[in-house]
């Protein structure tokens, strides 16, 4: 647990330090996705005027980033420490210890993700489409671990569980571009402009949130205890 705690932080911190011109960047794609799929003409024109505004707004945070290349040199130092730290920790790797526990993380992953589910079932709040998010990367990453155990089947569920995992970024990423321009209404120019806007990030979550909803069901429609016991045994044929 203190390895996690002490890595968690190490890459959380790693990241933020490189989040905000990124942000500002993904905000324009969604922007310009937005635009290139208008439900009208008017529409489509507010958000190029929106699209050219969030440009600016991210040249300008660029521009004011001028320690870019010192960030990606510290990035690229802690990213070599992670390794480092990951290459002196050890686990008890005796055959069936290390079954029980895969078994029980798997277990808890999975019923976390569950909850998630249950989340967005009854509420459309950002929130919990974003904690939906974070348990599904959960999983991805625990599908990677475990590719060796069954390549084919863990490959085909991990791009299952990516492509969850985008639908559910581009969701949040609208949810970031509208608590952006409440704090900077400008950005979006006029009211009209506004509305055509809210418009279309309400009609594109609607659809996103659907399809997330869709691939949620398909990915988890395990039970917990069951997927985790056949964890346990592919496991356990692969260590022998």
Known sequence: PQFQRQENARIRDMARNLSTFRDA???????????????????????????????????????????????????????????LA????????????????????????LKCAARARQACDASTEADAFHELRKRAQD?????????????????????????????????????????????DPGLAGSSQDQAHLLAAVIARQE?????????????FQEQPEDESRTIRLLWLDAAR
């Open 25 to 83: 960047a993904a905000l324009v794609e969604n922007a310009d996705y937005l635009r290139t799929s208008a439900a009208s003409d008017e529409q489509e024109k507010a958000l190029a005027k929106i699209c050219k505004q969030l440009e600016k707004r991210r040249d300008r945070i660029a521009a004011s980033e001028t320690d870019i290349e010192d960030r990606v040199a510290a990035t690229i130092v802690i990213c070599e420490q992670a390794l």
């Open 86 to 109: 990951l290459a002196k920790v050890s686990f008890d790797d005796r055959r069936r210890k290390t079954a029980d526990r895969l078994t029980k993380g798997w277990n808890r992953t």
């Open 139 to 183: 999983y991805r990453m625990q599908l990677s671990l475990m590719r060796g155990a069954w390549p084919s089947a863990m490959e085909a569920k991990r791009n299952e569980t990516r492509e969850l995992v985008d639908t559910l970024g581009h969701l949040n990423d609208l949810s970031v571009m509208t608590q952006v321009i409440n704090e």
């Open 207 to 219: 659809t996103l949130r659907e399809e997330a909803l869709q691939l949620a069901s398909t990915i």
